[in-house]
Each structure stands twice: as structure tokens, then as C-alpha cells.
């Protein structure tokens, strides 16, 4: 008998065991009736933070910040594939401490789209006054929130979604419409998003489906996650980002190009390695290199000016691109193609590329514009206006600069490069080659060419210097003075130059498109080679650079 009282006792023991157990189990997992605000939930916030900063972030992330609404959404990912998630769901929760932990939560977790949902909590919290808190105390508690981050972030998209209806909570319904009409009205004065989650969680009566939740009536099941899920993604797609914001944006773009205001423009790309395409087929830069190519564009009153006339836009997840139309003075109609980024900084560009629009009926006309040696010509002529613009390099006094609009130029004639047969003399002499100083430098001849161009035989000397043949990187340098018809007519009168390396066989091309002229066509001050007469040959010339009004 003693050894049953025993095992009696025993197993009661082991039965009260159990039924402690199951509560506090019980009480783990399902939450209480009344909301839990104000708790201490500092080892839970490390713990989120310290998990959200092992995170890459090389997509954009969307920050789920609220109670155990968002803490009990496990597979929450899956329902925003295109984002990065990280969910900061903390089960009994209320506004006043996601304000209370916003530094950790919101800042510490660097989002670049934020989804709060509180207010759940808030209905039902019972006071130490035993009250319940007043709707007025629950809108102050959330506009406290709104105000920080519209300080703090004021670039970051916010969506705050409804706290949800609930068949255990179904008795509060009055106090859920207040609270949810007023959070309402608090995302239209912040521009942020409000997302009503009741329609998509109640029948046609507008009755909450039982189905969705789990066995406490008060958390959604599988199934109610992913009505939920699928719900706000597509809110959020479709709601944060108007047209009118994103061509704003675009808009103040090209403007600040317009107005050369370099720190807007560039200020607008992702980062330096976002990429910028121009209509010339070298124009692939980072936004770095960009920047440093238009460095001098900045430094005028306008760098370029774009204005679109149409635009059409396009997104999936946070990704949004777009084409435009565009009129620009000097370019005629062009388009552009363009990616944005939606980031915590604002709207970003990383990648834009620019076109010409080339009517079907022109295609044949342009098409022999933009062969690759026309285009090279047109190059090194950019390069010589360069060169005699910049400061740093121009032979130019300051005044003579600041009169110098570029030099002018023949049009591109392919007419003029020919094919020429070399003959390398020997033993010449040195002789000195007249300047426009009176001081003489010593010169030989190395080479005469022979060409034909229309229809005559033509004969022109390359020259070395004897001074610059000293000079390691000019050991290979030819000098090509020459003089034509279109001497002291259309071009400067003591001829034009061409600066040749050294052919290795016994032909090579002489193209007349890079003619250029002395200094002393421009300014005084330099010891300019006077052409010799024996490189006068009797035909226009008529490529290359042309001579100055004033010299």
C-alpha cells in the first residue's frame, strides 16, 4: 500500500509537471488577450540588428518593422522575392516601442523601403489605471514615429499597413476603424503609404474569414500570410512611386545638366560605378570617368540641355526603368534609356544611355558621316580646339584665349588621303629650314613621297630635325611642311604641317585631314619653320585646317 501512495504521488507529481509545462509553453507561444506595450525588448533588438548587419545588401532592402504579425510570418521572403527582407517583428510590441527602439530597429537596420505595422497591440493594451488606451494617445504615439523618420529618413518610402482584423479581437471593432482612419490620415500628411489590410481578410459582408488564422483566432495561418503577402507587394509596387514623382525626378536631372549644376547631376547616380552611355561609341564611362569628361562642360553656364517631350516607365520590385524623347539644341531628337534605383537616399540613376533618332529616309546620308576615319579626324580636331582652349597647354596669351572660339576647319574630304610611294635618301645634308624668328634650325631631308592626286603625280619631302632627333621620343618623328593653292588664299601663308613617324616599308598614307598650323599663325612670340618652296605643290589642298582671319 505504501509503495502505490508512492507511485500515486509520483505520478501527480509527474502530471503537475506536465501541466506547468503546457502553460508556459502555452504562454510562449500564444500571445495574451491584452497587448504587452512597454516591455524591455533591448536582447531582442541586438539580436535583430546583429542578423540584419550579416546580411549582403546587394539588393534593395525592404525592413518589416511591428509585432508578432510580422515576427510570426516565417516564410515572409518568399512573398517579396524581388527585396532583400529583414524582419524586425517583436511579438507584443506597440508604437511607442518601435519609437522607443527606432535607432536599432529602423536606423540599425539600413532599409531601403520600410513596412510598419503597429497599433494591434495598442487597442487592446489595458492600463496600470486598468483603461484602455485612448485612440488620441495611439495616433500621438504613431505621429511621434512618422515625425522621427520624416527627419531622420526623409527619403525613405514608408507603408503602414492597417493592424488587422481578428475574430478574437472582433469585439474592438469600433476602436480598430478609429485607429485605422486616423493612421490613415497621418501617411497622407507624411506622403506615405497606407495599406488597409481589411478587404483582403474580409467576405463580401465584410465579415473576417476565420479560415485565415490559427488556433488563437488572433495570428494568420499559411494561407493568410500569403493573401497578406501578396497584397502588399503589389501595394507596394504599385503605390509608392507615382509617375509624377519619378518624372520629377528625371526632369531635375536633365535640368541640372542645363543649369551646369555638376553636384545635382552627378549627385543623381547610384554610385561611380553606375554607368552613363553617350551617342559616340566610345562614351561607356562609370559616372567617375563621366564626371571627369565633363569636367569642363560644368564650368559654363550650361553644360548641355535635354528636355523630354515623352516618357514611358517601367518596374518590377524596386527596379524601375524608362525611355524618353528627347529635344536638345544641339543634338536635334534623341532618346534615352534609363534604370533607376528606389533607395533609403531617393531615386537614383545607374544606368542611362543616349541616342540619336535617325530618320529612315537620312539613314543613307549619314552612314559615310560616321566612317571610322572621318570620326578619328573629327576627334584630333576636338583635341587641337582643346588644346588651344585649356590654360594649362594653350600657346595663347590670356586675352587671345579668352578670344578663341576653335579653329576652322575643311570639311572631312576622303579625297585626300592618298597612298604614297617612299624613297629614303641617304647621306643628306643637314641645311638650315628658314623661321618666321629670322632664327635659323637645322633640318635634312629623309625621305621624298611620290602620290597621285587628280590626276597629277605630286612629290613632297619629309624632314627630321636635328634637334628634335635628341629627344628619345621624337627619334622617330617626320616632319611634313608643305604649301599649296589654297596657301595665303584659305589657309595661313607660309604653309601647313603634318607630323609624320617614320614608315617601315616603302609606302604609307599621307592624310591631308590633319593639317594643322604653326603658333605663329595665332600669336606672336615663336620660331616657326617657314615652309621651303621645294614642298609647294600645284593643287588645292583643300583638307585640314584652315588659316586665321587675323594672321
Not at 507529481?13 to 500564444?30: A, K, P, V
Not at 536635334?332 to 544606368?351: E, F, M, Q, Y
Not at 599621307?510 to 593639317?515: G, Q, V
Amino acid at each position: 500500500m505504501k509503495k502505490l501512495t508512492l507511485a500515486f504521488r509520483f505520478n501527480i507529481l509527474i502530471m503537475r509537471s506536465s501541466i506547468l509545462l503546457t502553460l508556459f509553453i502555452s504562454f510562449l507561444i500564444t500571445p495574451i488577450a491584452s497587448g504587452q506595450c512597454g516591455q524591455n525588448y533591448d536582447r531582442d533588438v541586438r539580436r535583430i540588428v546583429k542578423k540584419a548587419e550579416k546580411l549582403p545588401h546587394e539588393k534593395t532592402r525592404i525592413v518589416f518593422a511591428g509585432s508578432s504579425t510580422f515576427r510570426l510570418w516565417d516564410n515572409m521572403a518568399e512573398s517579396f522575392p524581388e527585396y532583400e527582407v529583414v524582419n524586425t517583428g517583436i511579438g507584443g510590441s506597440c508604437f511607442d516601442d518601435l519609437y522607443r527602439y527606432k535607432d536599432g530597429l529602423i536606423s540599425g537596420t539600413k532599409p531601403d523601403i520600410l513596412v510598419i505595422y503597429e497599433g494591434d497591440n495598442d487597442i487592446v493594451h489595458v492600463g496600470e489605471d486598468g483603461n484602455q488606451r485612448a485612440v488620441f494617445d495611439i495616433h500621438s504615439d504613431a505621429w511621434k514615429l512618422m515625425n522621427w523618420i520624416q527627419n531622420t529618413h526623409p527619403n525613405l518610402p514608408v507603408f503602414l499597413l492597417s493592424p488587422k482584423p481578428s475574430p478574437s479581437r472582433w469585439e474592438h471593432l469600433a476602436r480598430y476603424k478609429a485607429v485605422n482612419s486616423r493612421l490613415e490620415e497621418l501617411t497622407q500628411a507624411y506622403n506615405y503609404y497606407f495599406m488597409d489590410c481589411w478587404p483582403w481578410l474580409t467576405d463580401n459582408n465584410g465579415q473576417v474569414i476565420p479560415g485565415l488564422f490559427i488556433s488563437d483566432k488572433l495570428h494568420l495561418n499559411a494561407q493568410g500570410n500569403q493573401i497578406l503577402g501578396r497584397f502588399m507587394a503589389e501595394a507596394i509596387r504599385n503605390s509608392y512611386l507615382d509617375e509624377r514623382t519619378l518624372d520629377a525626378f528625371v526632369d531635375q536631372w536633365h535640368l541640372a545638366a542645363a543649369t551646369a549644376d555638376s553636384a545635382a547631376y552627378f549627385g543623381a547616380f547610384y554610385n561611380e560605378q553606375s554607368i552613363f552611355q553617350g551617342t559616340d561609341g566610345g562614351e561607356y564611362w562609370t559616372a567617375g570617368e563621366f564626371l571627369a569628361w565633363a569636367a569642363p562642360y560644368f564650368r559654363r553656364e550650361s553644360a548641355w540641355t535635354f528636355e523630354a517631350f515623352e516618357r514611358h516607365w517601367y518596374r518590377k520590385g524596386n527596379t524601375l526603368w524608362f525611355n524618353e524623347r528627347l529635344d536638345s539644341p544641339h543634338m536635334g531628337k534623341c532618346r534615352g534609356v534609363g534604370v533607376v534605383r528606389a533607395t533609403s537616399d531617393g531615386l537614383k540613376i545607374d544606368h542611362y544611355s543616349l541616342s540619336f533618332e535617325v530618320p529612315n529616309e537620312v539613314v543613307g546620308d549619314l552612314v559615310p558621316l560616321a566612317t571610322p576615319e572621318r570620326i578619328e579626324v573629327l576627334k584630333y580636331q576636338q583635341e587641337l580646339d582643346d588644346f588651344y582652349t585649356d590654360s594649362t597647354t594653350s600657346p595663347l596669351k590670356p586675352e587671345e584665349r579668352a578670344a578663341f572660339h576653335g579653329h576652322e576647319f575643311f570639311s572631312y574630304n576622303p579625297e585626300m588621303v592618298v597612298e604614297t610611294q617612299i624613297r629614303v635618301l641617304e647621306n643628306e645634308p643637314w641645311f638650315n629650314m628658314a623661321t618666321s624668328s629670322g632664327v635659323r634650325r637645322e633640318y635634312r631631308r629623309y625621305a621624298k613621297t611620290t602620290f597621285e592626286l587628280r590626276g597629277q603625280t605630286l612629290e613632297l619631302f619629309l624632314y627630321q630635325s636635328k634637334r628634335l632627333m635628341a629627344i628619345e621620343e621624337y627619334q622617330d618623328h617626320l616632319f611634313l611642311p608643305f604649301m599649296d593653292k589654297t596657301t595665303g588664299v584659305s589657309t595661313y601663308g607660309t604653309g601647313r604641317f603634318m607630323d609624320i613617324t617614320k614608315p617601315e616599308g616603302t609606302t604609307m598614307v599621307l592624310d591631308f585631314n590633319y593639317a594643322y598650323n604653326p603658333y605663329c599663325a595665332y600669336t606672336d612670340g615663336y620660331s616657326c619653320p617657314i615652309t621651303p618652296q621645294e614642298n609647294f605643290i600645284d593643287i588645292e589642298i583643300n583638307a585640314g585646317i584652315k588659316g586665321p582671319l587675323d594672321h
